[in-house]
């Protein structure tokens, strides 16, 4: 193939309506959260139609360089789309098509991805566009494509049912869709009822539990507790081994600050799925939200009937199988390394810091995880220099402000005792010097103090919590 008929062919692939040509790696989530939400949470969400999950695993391989693996995965999403959408077959199909003209053109199979790219512009012809058309069909599969990678992308997909619901208004996929990524933002119009659409979907979907386990959430949120417990407790009893129900009821508990009834929702999913990663983390998650509990509690009933130290060992028997069945896991490493520095284990503890650390992390979670090693540095192995380090680099993110403010506080403390202890050595008077940055340009004190000596007098608060 010449060199003017590859870019030509690249043009074509550029207007093809599939996974490459959707941004969907754009945002905040790292590719391992992706592969996570789609290879191992996809057990407990049962709304998209199998070709969804094969074309984004796809998409997935191939970003990983595993070629074979990804047209492996396109091969089983044409068998789901023939099984499923017989009648839609090849509307059904472009998508994948379209994916496999793409993974074919990076493998350097030229005439292949031309093939692809035919097949595409024959059936697209007949609609009167060459290389896509405009289907609900196809905006619905891009819907929840983007769904799927979470984050900013919940806005697309919610533009995306839109679409779909101007052709067909009264499709319960497509209301079922539009009422979830809905769901999934968080800023909505002043205008807009943020419950509206997931009570549509519902009245179209009356059995659909789920729906309802995510109108209880929202609103939880609304402060409309009562209501939302009642319809949690309501898709439980309709749908008791549905493990999407389950886990969806079990955050409402979890975040109402009952860890125990959301455990015991979370043991029957288990029960279905007892290979499931991300159950396994859930529940480890849930043990741990019962240790801070304690922790909490200064000689309080609740310490006395439940050992802490039995709720640490559930936590890390879960935690540990999570990283067993799935290493990519986020928060789980941090978990056990943490548990691990409070019973004394560092060299453990130290091993899954760095597990952590090798992962893809959102901006967020690099910043928890610099002040989770911090504080290990500090109160434990008592090494305050790469405690700085460490809350220096967190602060530099400076992502969450609630995070960022712990970790300048913890500097502030650490600045006053070495000024107290050892005077203006260089590593501290980088440290002010960066804090005094932080402040734009005066000392982390009150504005009326003079320099190091001012700031030695007025600093207060250790950010110990």
């Known amino acids: 193939m010449s060199r003017t008929t590859e ?10 309506s599939c996974h490459f040509t959707w941004n969907l790696l754009e945002g905040e989530r790292s590719l391992d959260d992706i592969e996570d939400s789609v290879c191992h949470q996809s057990e407990l969400q049962k709304t998209e139609f199998k070709a969804t999950k094969y074309n984004l695993l796809a998409y997935i391989h191939h970003h990983r360089g595993r070629s074979q693996e990804a047209l492996a995965c396109l091969q089983q999403a044409e068998e789901s789309i023939r099984q499923e959408h017989g009648d839609q077959a090849e509307i059904r199909s472009l998508v994948t098509w379209g994916n496999y003209a793409w993974v074919y053109y990076h493998m350097g199979r030229l005439s292949e991805a031309q093939a692809y790219v035919d097949k595409v512009r024959r059936v697209c012809e007949r609609f009167s566009s060459p290389y896509r058309m405009q289907s609900p069909e196809l905006d619905c599969e891009e819907g929840w494509s983007q769904l799927k990678c979470g984050g900013d992308h919940a806005e697309r997909a919610k533009v995306c049912f839109e679409k779909c619901l101007e052709k067909d208004p009264k499709n319960p996929e497509f209301v079922s869709g539009l009422a979830i990524s809905s769901y999934r933002l968080e ?18 979907n009356p059995d659909n539990q789920y729906l309802k386990v995510l109108l209880a959430l929202k609103l939880q949120k609304m402060k409309k507790k009562d209501e939302g417990e009642k319809l949690v407790q309501e898709a439980v009893e309709k749908a008791l081994c549905a493990p999407e129900v389950l886990c969806g009821a079990a955050r409402l508990y979890q975040k109402k600050g009952d860890p125990d009834q959301a455990i015991r929702l979370l043991t029957k999913a288990l029960e279905r799925l007892p290979n499931n990663a991300y159950l396994h983390a859930y529940i480890g998650g849930c043990y741990r939200m019962k240790v801070l509990q304690c922790q909490r509690v200064q000689n309080g009933t609740y310490g006395e009937r439940e050992d802490v130290w039995e709720l640490r060992r559930q936590a890390m028997d879960h935690l540990q199988r999570a990283d067993e069945l799935n290493g990519s896991l986020q928060h789980v490493c941090s978990y056990l390394a943490c548990f691990h520095a409070q019973a004394g284990r560092y060299e453990a503890a130290e091993y899954y810091f760095q597990r952590e650390f090798s992962k893809e992390l959102t901006p967020l979670d690099q910043q928890v995880l610099h002040l989770r090693y911090g504080n290990f540095q500090r109160y434990n192995m008592k090494c305050e220099s790469k405690a700085i380090h460490h809350f220096m680099e967190g602060v530099k993110i400076n992502h969450n402000p609630h995070v960022t403010e712990k970790m300048k506080n913890k500097l ?4 006053k005792t070495r000024l107290l202890r050892q005077g203006e050595d260089p590593e501290t008077l980088h440290l002010l010097a960066f804090l005094q940055e932080l402040n734009g340009g005066k000392w982390p004190a009150d504005e009326n103090s003079d320099g190091v000596s001012g700031y030695l007098d007025n600093e207060s608060g250790t950010g110990m919590d």
Do not use: M
């Open 7 to 16: 870019n030509s062919l690249e043009s074509c692939l550029r207007l093809l």
């Open 187 to 204: 800023k909505w119009p002043p205008p807009q009822n943020p419950t509206e659409a997931l009570r549509n979907a519902i009245r179209l």
């Open 412 to 415: 502030q403390a650490i600045a």
